[in-house]
Nanobody, 123 residues
Framework: QVQLVESGGDLVQPGGSLRLSCAAS????????IGWFRQAPGKEEEEVSC????????DYAESVKGRFTISRDNDKSMVYLQMNNLKPEDTAIYYC????????????????WGPGTRVTVPS
């Protein structure tokens, strides 16, 4: 069965860094776009980044551009989110999700996602 599991969430001081990991199983991650989403209380859910299959091109939300970097290791069925210069507004539960197949990658809505990992950046 399709499964995605996030890890790496922690409490980090403003300006600090953290790397989140997404482990996939039950499908060939290398063929699909994978997105990182976040949800914070009182805020709209936001997709912070998505990485396409094939060429590995990526999209970022304006709020994280220049600070976050998404990457993937297809041999290990892993996708990562490197977060630098963290801010209090980055506090949220982060989860990864499967997006579209092949060239449709990050253009398709998610159909599977994990339970999430919590990131806290105090004020």
């Amino acid at each position: 069965q399709v499964q995605l599991v996030e890890s790496g969430g922690d409490l980090v001081q403003p300006g600090g860094s953290l790397r989140l990991s997404c482990a996939a199983s039950g499908f060939r991650m290398s063929y699909y776009g994978i997105g990182w989403f976040r949800q914070a209380p009182g805020k709209e859910e936001e997709e912070v980044s998505c990485i396409n299959p094939n060429d590995g091109s990526a999209d970022y939300a304006e709020s994280v551009k220049g600070r976050f970097t998404i990457s993937r290791d297809n041999d290990k069925s892993m996708v990562y989110l490197q977060m630098n210069n963290l801010k209090p507004e980055d506090t949220a539960i982060y989860y990864c999700a499967r997006r579209g197949y092949g060239a449709r990658g990050c253009l398709y809505s998610r159909d599977n996602w994990g339970p999430g990992t919590r990131v806290t950046v105090p004020s």
